[in-house]
């Protein structure tokens, strides 16, 4: 399978804390993609990392890339009740924008 | 808001009937993909449209088809429904040709097979 992996699978922080998710893939990419779903809602773009990048920041977000581990980070720093959601990796795998998605990390931050 | 916007939002359809899920692209995007989303899982690629022809498509029978009209917008259509086929099913547009590649989605359409 093409799909990534998150990990964990679910994490409970309180609010002002660091969440840290983890993503792992198995084949070569242009580039890596996280989103973020409220339940049972659609998804929406957090950040794009292409495969000649190591790290990209957007406002509260730090995502890392290692492709000769086939690995990224997400980081959501000062995190906030709001941030509960569940968040997917998601990698080209060489398509034009064919997604293949992880199995998401479901994160609730506690007020 | 994406600009993506799909319908119907809900629907509920008996096993072995047929149903058409919609999709408007985002302004000045020329590629639509469809995924199904099961409960608790990660959306799955369905297949892709640019420039209104099938360009990609993952591991969905043939039951699943769609299509992609001039204005960009698309259809999923699937036949033959199963129990199985119950899921959220999303769309999301993009901008092939770019580097920059972000694929938008649409809020999905929660489908019920009973």
């Known amino acids: 399978s093409q799909q990534g992996e998150e990990d964990p699978q679910a994490l409970s922080i309180q609010e002002g804390e660091n969440a840290t998710m983890n993503c792992s893939y198995k084949t070569s990419i242009n580039n890596l993609q996280w989103y973020r779903q409220n339940s049972g809602r659609g998804l929406v773009h957090l950040i794009l990392?292409?495969?000649?990048?190591r790290e990209k920041h957007s406002g509260r977000l730090r995502v890392t890339l290692d492709t000769s581990k086939k690995s990224s980070s997400l980081l959501i720093t000062a995190s906030r009740a709001a941030d509960t959601a569940s968040y997917f990796c998601a990698t080209d795998a060489g398509g034009a924008n064919n997604l293949f998605f992880g199995t998401g990390t479901r994160l609730t931050v506690i007020p | 808001e994406t600009g993506v916007t799909q319908s119907p939002t809900h629907l509920i359809k008996t096993r072995g009937q047929q149903v058409t899920l919609r999709c408007s692209s985002q302004s000045g995007h020329n590629t639509v993909s469809w995924y199904q989303q099961a409960l608790g899982q990660g959306p799955q690629f369905i297949f892709q449209?640019?420039?209104?022809?099938?360009?990609g498509r993952g591991n969905f029978p043939p039951r699943f088809s769609g299509l992609q009209f001039p204005n960009y917008s698309s259809e999923l259509n699937v036949n033959a429904l199963e129990l199985d086929d119950s899921a959220l099913y999303l769309c999301?547009?993009?901008?092939?040709?770019?580097?920059?590649?972000?694929?938008?989605f649409g809020q999905g359409t929660r489908l019920t097979v009973v």
């Open positions: 990392i292409r495969s000649n990048e």
């Open positions: 449209y640019y420039r209104e022809e099938e360009n």
């Open positions: 999301a547009s993009s901008l092939v040709g770019t580097e920059n590649t972000e694929a938008f």
